[in-house]
Each structure stands twice: as C-alpha cells, then as structure tokens.
C-alpha cells in the first residue's frame, strides 16, 4: 500500500470513528428527551431486539420488559398512563458528559454518561399527585452502556443505569433517603419488576449508598497501561530525582 493509500485509509478510519460516536451520542441524548416526555414507545424503539435495561435491582428484557419500565410503571406512575408532557409536571432528564468507546470491528461501543433528573409537580397545576415521589426531587446517576450496531444503525444493546444519589428539593441530599429501593421479586409476581434479578452483590442499594461505577474507557493518556501503584512509583521516583 502506498503512502497516499495508507494516510486516506486512516483517515476514512477517523472519520468512521467520528461518525459512530456522533450516532451513540445522539441516541443517548434522544433516549434522554423521549422519556423526559413520557413517550416509552419511542424509548423501546432505541433498543437492539434482544436490548436489556439494568435498573436498581434487576434486568428489564426485550420489548416487552423495556416497555414494563418506562410505559407501565414509568409513564403510568407520572402520567396516569397519558404520552407527552403534562400541565403541571416535571420530569427533566439530562445526559451530560459522554465518554464514548466504540470497537476496532465498529460492531459494538460501550458509553458513559451521566444522567441527572429534576422532577415534581406544581401545586395548583395538577388535579392528582403521583404516589411514591417526594414532590420536588433530584436525583444523578451513571450510565455505563452497551451499544451495537445492526444494518448499520447503533441500538442500545445494554443501557446499565447506577443510580448515585436522589435528594428533596426542600430538605437536600443530606437528609434524604432515596424513594426508590431495590425490587426482590420479578415479573409477573411484581407487577412492576423486572425479567430477572442481579445477585444480592450486585444491587444498586441507593442514597446514602456509594457504589463504585467501572469505568469502560481507558485512561486517556496513559491507556490500558495505567496502575495506580505504577503511577505512585513513578511519581516518587520523580520527586527524589531518581
């Protein structure tokens, strides 16, 4: 291969890379606005077939489990079960800082994101108030999601939500315990659960817990190499000139 033939196959590279980053990152943010407005619909159409979403305690799987979450529990528990926004309500759901690795092959990306939610209902506005949610509230978590591409279009194959924390708007963060906790039992003996439930380890136990959130890209400077205790020596041996 030539010179000339190699420089343009790298670039065509680039701009494949640019261009796959650019779709994910515009399917995050759409998957964003759709539920923002209670249209689960919309939402289940952003998934892969065999899409799974990982919430709380359990897996919500395929269509039917998707459209379980964000149609039936979701929209019903906002909404009484009404698409689009409601006189009166907020459900505001941000996705803000992505980190985007998609895969030499270009069939597969995995993503980071963090999300961030204001919800709650006006006081005149609304002739019903939701059960369950304080009625001001925020809440933040990380996404650490899988996304594959399939006749050309990136789906979500996996989207991994780990809820960090939730507080009331009047009384903050520090003394708010999350309204929301982890299910026990899955679909159809719950309702409102999931397909299947994660190993006891695994649960997103949720405010005042921490959990730690993997991180699905390498360092952007020091790679797939970095080691903390690599690092420290390093920086030791800087400072002793040596």
């Not at 964003?32 to 939402?43: A, L, T």
């Not at 929301?180 to 397909?195: H, I, K, S, V």
């Amino acid at each position: 291969m030539s010179d000339t033939e190699s420089r343009l196959a790298a670039l065509e590279k680039s701009v494949h890379r640019l261009e796959d980053e650019a779709a994910i990152q515009r399917l995050q943010m759409a998957y964003g606005y759709y539920i923002d407005y209670n249209r689960p619909e919309e939402v289940a159409g952003l998934f892969a077939d065999d899409g799974v979403v990982v919430f709380l305690s359990g897996e919500y799987v395929g269509p039917e489990g998707v459209m379980r979450l964000y149609g039936t529990w979701f929209q019903n528990l906002f909404t009484r079960g009404r698409r689009g926004p409601v006189h009166g309500l907020l459900l505001d759901h941000f996705q803000l800082q992505p980190v985007i690795t998609v895969a030499e092959d270009r069939k597969t990306a995995k993503g980071r994101f963090r999300g961030m939610l204001a919800g709650g209902w006006h006081d005149e506005a609304m002739d019903w108030k939701p059960e369950g949610p304080p009625q001001q509230f925020w809440e933040a978590g990380i996404y650490e999601n899988d996304y594959v591409r399939e006749d050309g279009v990136w789906k979500i194959k996996r989207l991994n939500y780990l809820m960090q924390w939730q507080g009331d708007y009047e009384t903050g963060w520090a003394k708010t315990t999350a309204h929301l906790q982890p299910a026990t039992q899955t679909y159809p003996e719950n309702p409102l659960g999931p397909d299947r439930i994660l190993p006891e380890e695994e649960w997103r136990t949720t405010w005042p817990n921490r959990h730690p959130v993997e991180m699905s890209f390498a360092h952007p400077v020091l790679g797939e190499a970095f080691k903390v205790g690599h690092f420290t020596d390093m920086m030791v041996k800087d400072e002793y000139g040596n």
